[in-house]
């Protein structure tokens, strides 16, 4: 059984995928952090740098993007006196339009490419690549002969598609329904192009749940829980649209929906914690460095009375699957360094290896896998995308100089937040007294009141927030105020 959560707020959206009760992955976006990976831009070319093989666009946002160009169609061209000679070469002041790879942190431009997708359920429309339209997996040929005449009417000489796997289980007529809609979108997307003469926005990317509902949900037996109404809305147009049998799965509910039964903030902090527990007695550590992740895999209190070689080999086999878990709960990419128990016996270092080849056919973010090493390490590279999950989370402590970590105020004020929905009947037409420390007291009557006093008013519930000196900075206390006296939770 698959469960899809959504819980979505003025301050942020979370989206969950469990699969048996399991978290598998986990989504958080903040409504003041504007993640623009997938967007559309019209760019204007301001800057070449030929030492780096690389070109700054002006997209309209506060940062240059970053487009390498051996990922660009057109090779590399500085001299505009030969303009005329080679139409198909970049150039400074040429406007192109791009879409941004990966936005992975505030210091770095955002990466872009011309190589522009268009992401359905079932396909993936490249507008300026002649790709095959079906590849040979497809099972049903006489389906894809009416997907194709569906195409041909469509004058997009240069189109091409690329079937995505939750195609095998669709039918003809969905498949041609999403290719005309990419084919439609596309269209908007270049007439726009020519109404603008200055660089921008030309297309967002779909919203966080509807995203994950068409990347994650599967064919099976599912259920998918939605606490908003417009994103109720917006989920059921494209159910409606793309995968019409999926509709009866959608449930709108109030508040915090799953919060009791599957303890999400719970199994969120064990997702964003450096330390993982394994069933062995093991333990995994995840550290973040500038360059890279690396990742130390412990053999802690396992059984030391058996056989060393097996012992170790027990361990990392579970660490491995572990490690592919938090690979994906934690979105990280980069250079990932991973130092396994020692083990002596080259079948078992196959082995744990072989785990990750696997994965790597699922998780398309993975590139290049070493060879396990005489001394237990091998190294694997990720794609970046987006920031990583724990940063949304945690800053460095400025009392341990960054050794250490502790949740930033902001979290604190969203579980605040978090909690009196999650806990709405006993606040409803009552006076919620939130007691917080002078940090939390500033935040919540300052930075973020305004987002939620109205989402809580048409709760029917009244908060107030009221300055206690004697909390710590993470320090607060909620109660219900009533005619009769103050009930404490």
């Known amino acids: ?98 879409q941004v790879l990966s936005d992975v942190s505030d210091m770095k431009s955002p990466r872009v490419t011309q190589e522009i997708s268009l992401v359905g359920r079932y396909l993936v429309f490249r507008p300026s690549e002649n790709i095959e339209l079906f590849r040979a997996k497809s099972r049903n040929y006489n389906a894809s002969l009416q997907v194709r005449e569906k195409i041909k009417n469509c004058e997009f000489s240069d189109a091409g598609f ?13 498949l041609a329904k999403e290719a005309v809609i990419l084919l439609e979108t596309w269209e908007k997307i270049a007439l726009k192009r020519k ?20 990347d994650f949900m599967k ?13 109720f809305s917006s989920l059921k147009g494209f159910l409606a649209e793309r995968v019409p049998d999926k509709i009866n799965c959608l449930k709108l509910s109030s508040g915090n929906i799953p919060q009791t039964k599957h303890k999400i903030n719970d199994i969120l902090s064990s997702a964003i914690d450096s330390r993982i527990e394994l069933r062995s007695g093991g333990q995994i550590v995840i550290e973040q460095t500038e360059a890279m992740t690396t990742i130390d895999v412990n053999s ?95 800053e460095p402590c400025e009392i341990c100089s960054g050794t250490g970590k502790t ?16 806990n709405q009947n006993h606040f409803k037409e009552k006076v919620c007294m939130v ?17 939620a006093v109205e989402f809580f008013l048409s709760l029917d519930i009244t908060i107030e927030i009221k300055e206690d000196p004697s909390f710590k900075n993470d320090g607060y206390k909620i109660v219900a105020l009533t005619l009769n006296g103050i009930g404490s939770r």
């Open 1 to 98: 059984m698959q469960e899809l959560i959504f819980n979505v707020f003025p301050w942020e959206t979370r989206a969950y995928v469990f699969e048996s009760g399991v978290l598998e992955n986990v989504f958080v976006e903040w409504s003041d952090e504007a993640n623009i990976s997938g967007n559309i831009y019209e760019g204007r070319v301001d800057s070449i740098s030929s030492s780096l093989g690389a070109a700054f666009l002006n997209i309209g946002i506060h940062k240059k993007a970053f487009l390498k160009l051996s990922d660009a169609p057109q090779p590399l061209r500085t001299d505009r006196r030969d303009r005329n000679s080679d139409k198909s070469l970049i150039r400074v002041g040429d406007r192109i339009p791009v």
């Open 162 to 174: 690329i079937l995505r796997s939750a195609s095998d289980a669709t039918r003809p007529h969905l």
């Open 300 to 394: 802690r209190t396992s059984a030391v009375h058996e056989d060393p070689e097996l012992v170790a080999f027990s361990v990392n086999l579970e660490a491995s699957a572990e490690i592919i878990k938090q690979l994906r709960l934690k979105n990280i990419g980069g250079l990932i360094a991973i130092d396994f128990i020692n083990m002596r016996e080259i079948k078992h270092r196959k082995a744990i290896r072989n785990l990750f080849e696997i994965e790597k056919n699922k998780d398309r973010k993975i590139g290049i896998i070493s060879e396990l090493s005489d001394l237990g390490l091998l190294a694997l590279s990720r794609r970046h995308t987006s920031r990583i999950q724990g940063s949304n989370f945690f």
């Open 407 to 422: 949740k930033t105020s902001k979290a604190i004020c969203f579980e605040i937040f978090g909690e009196i929905v999650g």
């Open 195 to 214: 109404k603008f003469n200055f660089p921008g926005l030309l297309k967002k990317n779909i919203s966080l749940p509807v995203r994950t509902l068409r």
């Open 435 to 451: 007691y917080a420390s002078s940090l939390l007291f500033k935040i919540l009557n300052k930075e973020l009141n305004s987002i």
């Open 219 to 231: 064919a099976g037996n599912s259920k998918i829980w939605v606490n908003d109404a417009e994103t």
